[in-house]
C-alpha cells in the first residue's frame, strides 16, 4: 500500500520582528497563516523582550542574516506572497526592499509599523522615510493605524473625513496599489472602522465592535490574514475583507493573558471558555 501523501500547500512569508510574549510579530503573523492553511515561513528581523504590558527590550538581526533568512526561503520553497511588520532601523528596511525586487517577490503586504496603538514609537526618525521611499513603493497594500496614517499623511486624524483623506494622500505621494487605513486607535463609534482606497474604490469597512482590553496584536494579524488569502489566489480587495472578518472574530475570542493587553483569539474554533 502507497502511504506517501504529498500535500499541496500555498506558502507565505512573514519578514517581522519576534514578540516574546507570542501576540504579536512572528508568532501572530505564522499562527495568522496556520489558521488559513498557509505554510508559514519567517525572516526575522529584531527580537522584542516583550510581554502584553509593553516592550522592554528590542535587539535587532544582523542585516545580512535577514538577507539570508529570506533568500533561503525564496530559492528554495518559493512564496505566493508576503508581509512586513516591524523592520525597525534604516539598513534593514533597505535590505529587505532590494530583496523584494531582487527576488521578484510578489504580493507584498507593508504593514508599516512604526507606532503602537499606545503612541511608542517602534522604529527611529530615519527609518520612516526609508520605508516610505524604498519598500512602500512596491507593495500591494499597505495597512497604516490611525498614527502611522498621520505620519504618511502629514494629517490630523480625528474622524472618519480625516481617514478617508488620509487614504488618498498616501496612495497618491506613496504610489501603493491600495491603502488601507485602521481604525482600532480611533475613539467611539469610530474603533474598528477601517477605509479602503486603491485609487478608484473609496470604502468603508466596518464591523461589529469589540469591547476588550486585549487587542495586542491585531495589525499583524490582519496583514498576515491578507497576505495568507493572496498566497490562496484571491485577489486583493475580496482578501482584505475576509482578513477583516477574521481578525473581528479573533477580537471576539481575544485571549484575557498577563497583566495588560493580551492577544486575540487566533484558533477560535478550538478554544473552550
Ligand atoms: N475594539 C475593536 N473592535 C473591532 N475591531 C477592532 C478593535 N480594535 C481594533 N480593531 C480592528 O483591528 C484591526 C487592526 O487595527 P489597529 O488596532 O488599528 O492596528 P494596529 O494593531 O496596527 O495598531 C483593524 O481592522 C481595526 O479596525
Ligand atoms: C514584534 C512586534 N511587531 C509588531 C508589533 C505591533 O503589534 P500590533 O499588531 O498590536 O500593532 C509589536 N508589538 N511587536
Redesign the pocket.
Known amino acids: 500500500m502507497n502511504t506517501e501523501i504529498n500535500s499541496r500547500i500555498p506558502v507565505a512569508l512573514t519578514i517581522?520582528?519576534?514578540?516574546s510574549g507570542g501576540?504579536?510579530?512572528?508568532q501572530?503573523d505564522l499562527r495568522t497563516f496556520a489558521f488559513h492553511c498557509v505554510h508559514g515561513t519567517s525572516a526575522i528581523t529584531?527580537v522584542?523582550a516583550?510581554n502584553t504590558l509593553g516592550?522592554k527590550r528590542v535587539d535587532a538581526m544582523a542585516t545580512e542574516a535577514v538577507v539570508a533568512q529570506i533568500q533561503a526561503v525564496v530559492e528554495d520553497i518559493g512564496v505566493q506572497s508576503a508581509k512586513t511588520?516591524?523592520l525597525l532601523n534604516q539598513e534593514i528596511i533597505f535590505a529587505v526592499a532590494q530583496q523584494v525586487e531582487a527576488l521578484e517577490i510578489e504580493n507584498l503586504v507593508v504593514d508599516p509599523?512604526m507606532v503602537?496603538?499606545t503612541g511608542a514609537q517602534?522604529i527611529d526618525d530615519d527609518a520612516v522615510k526609508t520605508l516610505s521611499h524604498t519598500l512602500i513603493p512596491k507593495a500591494v497594500i499597505i495597512t497604516p493605524?490611525r498614527y502611522e496614517a498621520q505620519i504618511l499623511s502629514e494629517l490630523e486624524i480625528n474622524s472618519v473625513e480625516d481617514m478617508q483623506a488620509a487614504a488618498e494622500i498616501i496612495h497618491k505621494t506613496l504610489r501603493t496599489k491600495a491603502v488601507l487605513v485602521k481604525g482600532g486607535g480611533m475613539q467611539g463609534d469610530l474603533r474598528g472602522v477601517d477605509i479602503w482606497f486603491d485609487g478608484n474604490k473609496l470604502e468603508i469597512l466596518t464591523c461589529q465592535q469589540v469591547e476588550t482590553k486585549n487587542?495586542?496584536?491585531?495589525?499583524?494579524?490582519l496583514s498576515a490574514a491578507i497576505a495568507a488569502n493572496l498566497a490562496k489566489g484571491n485577489d486583493l480587495w475580496s482578501s482584505v475583507q475576509q482578513a477583516k472578518e477574521y481578525v473581528t472574530t479573533a477580537l471576539t475570542h481575544a485571549l484575557d493573558i498577563g497583566k495588560g493587553q493580551g492577544p486575540v483569539g487566533h484558533f477560535f474554533p478550538l478554544l473552550r471558555n
Open positions: 517581522a520582528g519576534s514578540d501576540g504579536a510579530g512572528i501572530a529584531c522584542t516583550q516592550v511588520g516591524m509599523v503602537s496603538r517602534l493605524n487587542t495586542h496584536g491585531t495589525g499583524c494579524t
